[in-house]
C-alpha cells in the first residue's frame, strides 16, 4: 500500500483534464484540484506546522472537505473533522481534545465556539490563500502507518472518543469499498450524507480510480433523485435513514435510479422489511456494509448479488480484517451461537487518543473488541444481533431488541421502529417500543400487539408500545436509545 497522497497524485497525473470534483456552482479538473490542495499544503508548511500537527475541519458538506484531505496527506499532517450539526460545546470539547493547530470552515459554525485557536474562515479568506499560494507546494515524507485523521466517535455514552486512523487503515477501507461497490473508472460519485463521515471514505475510492465526485449540500428526497438522474450518479453511500425517506417518500421514481449501480448502506442497521421494500421499489442496487468508526465501513461485506437472499445478514467478513465471534471469556464461539464480533487487521485503528484507558479496554492483544453481538452461519455470512450494551435481561432471559423490531417493521404502516428495556420490579427488565407509522396505512397498538403474538415468544412481547412522530437520532442518524428510555420515564410519571 503507499499513502492517501500519492494516491491523489496519481489520479491528477493520470486524468489531468477530468472533472475531478464538482458542486451545484463550481467545477474543478483533477490538474486545478490538485494544485489548490498543494497550495494548501504549502501554506500549513509556511505557517509553521509539522508533521502529525492537527486540522480541524468545521463546515457543512462542501468540496473544500475533499480537497483538505488532500492537502493534508501531502503535508503529513492530521485531519479532525468535526460534525457541523454538533452543539458548540461537543465541538469545543474536541477542538480542545485534539489540540488543533488551526480551524477551518464556515465562520457562522466557528463562531459560535469559545475556544482560542487559530481559524481560516472558508470562502474569500480561505480563496485568497489559495490565490497567495497558487503554484506553490509542499511535500512531508509520510508513511503508510502514520496518523492521517481522528475522527471523533458520536458519542453516546460519555464524551466522545478520537479514534486515530492511518493512511493504511484508509486505504484498506477504501479497497474494501471499491471491491463491495463494483467500482471502475467511469463511476460518478455522490456525497450527499457527511463528508465528515462515511461519505468521505469513497472520497478515497475515488483517488484510486480516478473518478469524478460531486457534493451536494442537502438531502430532500425529490429534489435529490433530481440530481441523481441529471448528474448520472453511478455510486453512492446512505445511512439507512436516507433509503427509508427515499424509498417511502410519496413522489418516488424509480426511473431517476437508472444510473445508479450501487448504494452503500452502512451506519446503522435496517429492517429486513424495509429493505426489501428498497429493493422492491428500487431495484438490485443495493450493497450493505457493517463496521465501526474504529474499523471503517468494511468488517462485512455484502455485495448486490447476495443481499436479497440473504436480508437479515450484513455479509461475509472484509477482506482488511481477519473476525472471531466470542464469548465472555475471549473463546471462539461455535457457527451459530451468538457472541461478541472482535476484529483485527489493517482496517483497525491505531487506537484512541489521548485515552490509553479505552484503548486498552477496547483493543486487547490486537483485537477490536466492537461490542456487537452477532453469529456466523455455515456459509460464512455474519449476522447481528444487537448492541452488547442494548440487550434486555427479562427473568434472567436475553432478549435482542432488534429481532423484536423486525417484527414490528412488518406491518406496512411502520415506518421505523426503537425497543428498549426499562426497569420492572418483577422481571428485572420488561420490553417497550416506540414506533413510528409512516401515514400510508392505519397503524394501531393493537395490531402490533398481535403481530408480536404471532410472531415472538411470550417473554419477548412488548410490555408497552407507544406510537410516537418521530424518533430522536444522532446527527450519523443512529437512534438513541438513551433518549428512548429517558422519554420513557418522563411519559411513566
Known amino acids: 500500500m503507499e499513502t492517501l497522497g500519492q494516491l491523489a497524485l496519481k489520479s491528477a497525473d493520470a486524468y489531468p483534464g477530468k472533472i475531478a470534483v464538482k458542486d451545484a456552482s463550481r467545477s474543478f479538473t483533477y490538474r486545478e484540484f490538485i494544485g489548490r490542495a498543494k497550495a494548501l499544503a504549502a501554506y500549513f508548511n509556511d505557517l509553521g506546522f509539522k508533521k502529525g500537527d492537527r486540522i480541524g475541519i468545521l463546515m457543512s458538506n462542501r468540496l473544500e472537505h475533499i480537497e483538505l484531505d488532500i492537502a493534508v496527506a501531502l503535508a503529513g499532517m ?3 473533522p468535526l460534525n457541523y450539526r454538533l452543539h458548540p460545546k461537543e465541538h469545543q470539547y474536541m477542538i480542545d481534545d485534539a489540540g488543533l493547530s488551526i480551524l477551518i470552515g464556515e465562520q457562522l459554525l466557528i463562531d459560535a465556539v469559545e475556544m482560542e485557536v487559530p481559524v481560516l474562515y472558508i470562502d474569500q479568506p480561505y480563496e485568497t490563500v489559495l490565490e497567495q499560494f497558487e503554484g506553490k507546494s509542499f511535500f512531508e515524507k509520510v508513511a503508510e502507518d502514520d496518523l492521517f485523521a481522528i475522527m471523533y466517535t458520536s458519542g453516546t455514552t460519555g464524551n466522545p472518543k478520537g479514534v486515530m486512523l492511518s493512511h493504511r487503515n484508509m486505504i484498506a477501507g477504501a479497497l474494501s469499498l471499491a471491491q463491495v461497490c463494483e467500482v471502475d473508472y467511469e463511476d460518478i460519485v455522490g456525497h ?21 465526485q460531486i457534493v451536494y449540500s442537502k438531502f430532500e428526497p425529490e429534489e435529490f433523485l433530481d440530481h441523481l438522474a441529471a448528474d448520472k450518479v453511478s455510486i453512492l453511500f446512505l445511512v ?4 427509508n425517506l427515499m424509498i417511502q417518500h410519496p413522489s418516488f421514481d424509480a426511473s431517476k435510479l437508472a444510473t445508479v449501480k450501487s448504494i452503500n448502506m452502512a451506519g446503522s442497521p435496517i429492517a429486513a422489511s424495509k429493505l426489501q421494500e428498497a429493493l422492491e421499489k428500487a431495484g438490485n442496487i443495493f450493497v450493505e456494509t457493517y463496521g465501526q468508526v474504529e474499523a471503517p465501513m468494511c468488517i462485512t461485506m455484502m455485495p448486490r448479488n447476495e443481499i436479497r437472499h440473504r436480508l437479515d445478514s450484513c455479509g461475509r467478513i472484509g477482506v482488511f480484517v481477519d473476525v472471531k465471534i466470542v464469548d465472555d471469556e475471549n473463546k471462539e464461539v461455535p457457527h451459530g451461537e451468538v457472541g461478541e464480533i472482535i476484529a483485527k487487521g489493517s482496517l483497525v485503528m491505531k487506537g484512541y487518543w489521548n485515552n490509553k484507558k479505552a484503548t486498552n479496554e477496547t483493543l486487547r492483544d490486537g483485537w477490536l473488541h466492537t461490542g456487537d453481538l452477532g453469529w456466523r452461519d455455515e456459509q460464512g455470512f455474519v449476522h447481528i444481533v444487537d448492541r452488547k450494551k442494548d440487550v434486555i435481561i427479562s427473568g434472567g432471559v436475553n432478549i435482542y431488541p432488534r429481532e423484536v423490531e423486525e417484527v414490528l417493521n412488518l406491518h406496512k404502516g ?3 421502529t426503537c425497543v428498549i428495556g426499562v426497569p420492572d420490579d418483577k422481571w428485572g ?18 395490531q ?33 436509545k438513551r ?10 410519571k
Do not use: R
Open 78 to 80: 492530521v485531519k479532525v
Open 240 to 243: 439507512p435513514t436516507m433509503v
Open 448 to 480: 402490533l400487539i398481535g403481530l408480536c403474538k404471532d410472531n415472538l415468544a411470550s417473554f419477548k412481547k412488548p410490555k408497552e408500545i407507544f406510537l410516537v412522530e418521530e424518533l430522536p437520532k444522532s446527527s450519523y442518524g443512529k437512534i438513541l
Open 429 to 446: 427488565e420488561c420490553v417497550v417500543a416506540f414506533v413510528v407509522p409512516n401515514g400510508k396505512e392505519d397503524v394501531t397498538v393493537e
Open 483 to 492: 433518549e428512548m428510555k429517558q422519554q420513557h420515564v418522563e411519559v411513566s
Open 414 to 416: 411502520v415506518k421505523e
Open 192 to 212: 450527499v450524507a457527511p463528508l465528515t463521515h462515511g461519505s468521505n471514505f469513497l472520497s478515497h475510492v475515488s483517488w484510486l480510480y480516478g473518478l469524478t
